[in-house]
Nanobody, 124 residues
């Protein structure tokens, strides 16, 4: 099992920035990649970004390309999500996830471990 704990959520004004962190513990060696998903009230959970542990390959949803950056700290088993130029549409609970499925890690089914989430609210 992989335990994931998110942090860094909060309230920010539109156009501002915020950085989320996700600390992984437990059987981290079993995960090939880490990622971020988000879910707003009344909406389905959607993919945001992901990164592989070994090569650091990154993947982004079109809606956040150019604004969000995912990165990793292999020593501390931590992943980050730097969010810039935030807008009201980014308001959601952001979930950290880990998985080892083959292929491109951009679908919910590819991830097997999930954090409890952290709230991000963008005021307009």
């Amino acid at each position: 099992q992989v335990q994931l704990v998110e942090s860094g959520g909060g309230l920010v004004q539109a156009g501002g920035s915020l950085r989320l962190s996700c600390a992984a513990s437990g059987r981290t060696f079993s995960s090939r990649f880490m990622g971020w998903f988000r879910q707003a009230p009344g909406k389905e959970r959607e993919f945001v970004a992901s990164i592989t542990w070994r090569a650091g390959n990154t993947y982004y949803a079109d809606s956040v390309k150019g604004r969000f950056t995912i990165s990793r700290d292999n020593v501390r088993n931590t992943v980050f999500l730097q969010m810039n130029r935030l807008k009201a549409g980014d308001t959601a609970v952001y979930y950290c996830a880990a998985g080892s499925a083959i292929g491109v890690p951009t679908t919910e089914s590819a991830f097997g471990s999930w954090g409890r989430g952290t709230q991000v609210t963008v005021s307009s």
